[in-house]
């Protein structure tokens, strides 16, 4: 059964940073392309960042390029999201997700900008 687990997220004020983390399992993680997504209460869920199988590419959106980076660790079946720079407008629910392997998601990690 595929499993992804997201930690790392909390209460950090604007500037701050964070590390996100997906541990998956029950997947075919290393073969598969892997996203970060977020939403906010009431909002759709949105891509935000995105990283090819072998972690050779990756792509952002608009709002956070220069700010966040995605990486993984094939090894450990885990990806992680580098955010920097933090803004209130950065506030949200983050989950991870396997690029074309069906609709499986986490729990998602709780991440609150604000003062």
């Known amino acids: 059964q595929v499993q992804l687990v997201e930690s790392g997220g909390g209460l950090v004020q604007p500037g701050g940073s964070l590390r996100l983390s997906c541990a998956t399992s029950?997947?075919?993680?290393?073969?598969?392309?892997m996203s970060w997504y977020r939403r906010a209460p009431g909002k759709e869920r949105t891509l935000v960042a995105f990283i090819t199988a072998n972690g050779d590419w990756s792509n952002y959106a608009d709002p956070v390029k220069g700010r966040f980076t995605i990486s993984r660790d094939n090894a450990n079946n885990t990806v992680y999201l580098q955010m920097n720079s933090l803004k209130p407008e950065d506030t949200a629910v983050y989950y991870c997700?396997?690029?074309?392997?069906?609709?499986?998601w986490g729990q998602g990690t709780q991440v609150t900008v604000s003062s």
């Open positions: 029950g997947g075919p993680f290393s073969r598969y392309a």
């Open positions: 997700h396997i690029n074309g392997y069906g609709d499986y």
